[in-house]
């Protein structure tokens, strides 16, 4: 996501080298249970039920729903 989302949001040449490592290491996050943070002992069911619930809620509250 970051190396063509962050040309319209950043400066930056590329991803950090923080991330970049991550990725690299196959560390995506909720996806793969590890990444910036540790996703291993977690329901992703319910990580994922209540961003959606935020979505909505967002999109409710700017009108797009």
Known sequence: VSSYLFADLDNSIGPSKVLAGLVNKNQL??????????Y???????????????????????GRI
């Open 40 to 62: 291993s002992q977690v329901d992703d069911g319910e990580i994922l039920g209540r961003r959606d619930d935020s979505f909505i809620k967002i999109n409710k509250a700017l």
């Open 29 to 38: 996050g909720l996806k793969t249970g590890k990444g910036f943070y540790d």
